[in-house]
């Protein structure tokens, strides 16, 4: 198990080669952040690239996934207002309009008018929209956990508090 780690810790990405260019050239920058950054954006594009090729396989993009899951966690009746939605997806209320649009052709959600407020709708899931992400979430958990599979535990737990450590530094505390 150490030669592993050890093998790890000596093993190159292309962020390392990045960093070399940048020492060699502006060596009084400082390329620590650099490093960080580019690691997060390249990591970023490689799980986006993971979660759209499995949300594929179900018929959706990730967009229209991460409705249809916003409104399942949402518990019944699993249906919720666009600022419900806008919240959870941060997004503009367009982007919403379209990704709704696209369920809705796809039998996936209805809209329906709000009891309290004649101006406001409600989306609700239909039974094959929950019936399709109940079934695409047990395999979307296994393809997070495979993703996440080169850190063991404990570098998760970690790695999930410096993440949200970040995240509400720059503000990300609104509550759902």
């Known amino acids: 198990m150490q030669e592993q780690e050890q093998e790890q810790e000596h093993e190159r990405d292309t962020v390392d080669d990045i960093v070399d260019q940048w020492s060699r050239t502006r060596p009084e920058l400082n390329s620590q952040p ?25 018929g959706l993009d990730s967009s229209e996934f ?3 899951a916003t409104l399942r966690r949402s518990g019944e009746p699993y249906e919720l207002n666009a600022r419900a939605l806008l919240k959870s997806a941060m997004v503009t209320s367009g982007a919403i309009t379209n990704r709704v649009d696209r369920l809705s052709a796809k039998g ?17 899931l239909t039974p094959a ?12 958990v296994r393809n997070e956990e495979r993703i996440l599979a080169a850190l063991d535990p ?14 509400v530094a720059h503000g990300d505390t609104e509550r759902l």
């Open 108 to 124: 996936l959600v209805e809209r329906n008018p709000c009891p309290n407020d004649r101006r406001a709708v409600l989306v609700r």
């Open 154 to 167: 404990e570098e998760r737990v970690q790695l999930d508090a410096l993440l949200k450590k970040l995240l």
């Open 34 to 58: 650099i490093a960080l950054i580019g690691r997060l954006r390249r990591l970023n594009v490689r799980v986006d690239t993971a979660l759209r090729e499995y949300f594929a396989e179900h």
């Open 129 to 140: 929209g929950k019936d399709l992400i109940d079934a695409a979430m047990p395999g979307h």
């Open 66 to 68: 991460d409705v249809l």
